[in-house]
């Protein structure tokens, strides 16, 4: 990230953490659009492949573009479903770059090979890795894991910082030491978060095959892991929080003596352009639509959860929630 970059990230996080301090209007420095729900892969954890395959066209999607610039976003994750289906990826991620948001992209990297350049403008990319070729295939589908070693070392070959998150399952909860290894291998860096469950956009359950016990002391490994300098991206409020939790069944429940950040600090969009305070509340609460309403004032602030472990929530609400913590390893990691 250059330093232009992290100054109007920076600027714009702060201007949002002020104003959901204060308990002012929304002022949501960071959205995540999916920009499609169709995937190659069938995921045993993930629905977004089974609910509406439709999506926005350019025009749509650079008034909405419009629409978050004018919000104060700088920081935008492009998602799925798997992006590189679409063949105007790269003009989407045009439009973004021409209003200077900072781009992350999540793509599942099976399809690098055929459309590379689909890619190569994002500031970040996101991929998924889960373990070797029989764990990550177990959770992902046959010859998922063909192909994704070589496309994060041809991605960060080409400068491009690359960060794999692993979904924890019964597939995936001995494979940190391989992970690990790959990632010092080849220079990327690792995100974890636990298997979420009970919303739309996720299907499954939590195999009865794990124990709480044996799932946080998962994560206290990994927190021993991370201060012997492995190159873990998850941040250590993130692994201390999930060590302790006391039901990795139950991925969020309302707890009236917390406030949580989603749809104040942060929103996600579907393909279809409407909005929510964050990916697991989609299906759960009233959506505004950004084609035609402002968040701040159609947004109804009516969060169903205020705790959760949903992986990218938990690590932007800890943000909001313990900023200074959240912002001194911020700097250490992405320094």
Same mark, same amino acid.
């Given at each position: ?12 996080? #702060?201007?949002?953490?002020l104003?959901?301090?204060?308990? +002012?209007?929304?002022? !949501?420095?960071? &959205?995540?659009?999916? %920009? /499609? ?22 025009p ?42 900072f781009?992350?992209i ?31 295939n ?8 063909? #192909? ?8 960060? +070959?080409?400068?491009? !910082?690359?960060? &794999?998150?692993?979904? %924890? /399952? ?9 992970l ?38 998962f ?11 492995r ?46 305070a964050?990916a ?11 084609l ?41 990691t992405?320094?």
């Amino acid at each position: 990230m250059r330093l232009s970059e992290k100054i109007a990230v920076g600027y714009a996080y #702060g201007t949002s953490l002020l104003s959901y301090m204060v308990d +002012g209007p929304a002022r !949501p420095f960071s &959205a995540t659009f999916a %920009v /499609t729900n169709r995937c190659n892969l069938r995921c045993e954890y993930c629905n977004c492949p089974f609910i509406d395959p439709s999506n926005l066209a350019l025009p749509q999607i650079e008034t909405m573009f419009d629409r978050l610039q004018q919000m104060g976003v700088r920081r935008l994750g492009l998602a799925g479903g798997e992006p590189t289906l679409r063949a105007d990826l790269g003009e989407i991620v045009e439009m973004a770059k021409a209003r200077k948001f900072f781009v992350s992209i999540n793509s599942n990297l099976t399809l690098y090979s055929r459309h590379p350049e689909r890619l190569w403008q994002g500031d970040l990319i996101y991929t998924s890795l889960d373990g070797d070729a029989a764990a990550h295939n177990a959770a992902r589908g046959e010859r998922a894991f063909e #192909g994704v070693l070589e496309a994060i070392e041809d991605l960060i +070959g080409r400068g491009k !910082p690359v960060i &794999a998150i692993c979904v %924890v /399952t019964e597939h995936s909860i001995g494979q940190s030491e391989f992970l690990l290894a790959q990632a010092e291998r080849l220079g990327f860096r690792l995100h974890f978060q636990p298997q979420c469950v009970d919303t739309e956009i996720v299907r499954g359950e939590v195999s009865g095959a794990l124990s709480n016990e044996s799932i946080r002391q998962f994560w206290r490994g990994l927190g021993e892991q991370k201060r012997k300098g492995r190159p873990i991206v998850s941040s250590t409020p993130y692994l201390e929080l999930l060590s302790k939790w006391e039901d990795f069944s139950v991925s969020a429940y309302y707890d009236a003596d917390t406030r949580c950040p989603a749809g104040h600090g942060y929103i996600y969009i579907d393909p279809q352009g409407k909005a929510w305070a964050c990916a697991y509340t989609k299906g759960l609460t009233k959506p505004v639509d950004l084609l035609s309403q402002d968040w701040q004032e159609a947004w109804t602030k009516d969060n169903p959860c205020t705790r959760c472990t949903v992986g990218p929530m938990l690590e932007f609400n800890l943000l909001f929630q313990r900023p200074l913590s959240a912002i001194r390893e911020g700097i250490r990691t992405y320094g």
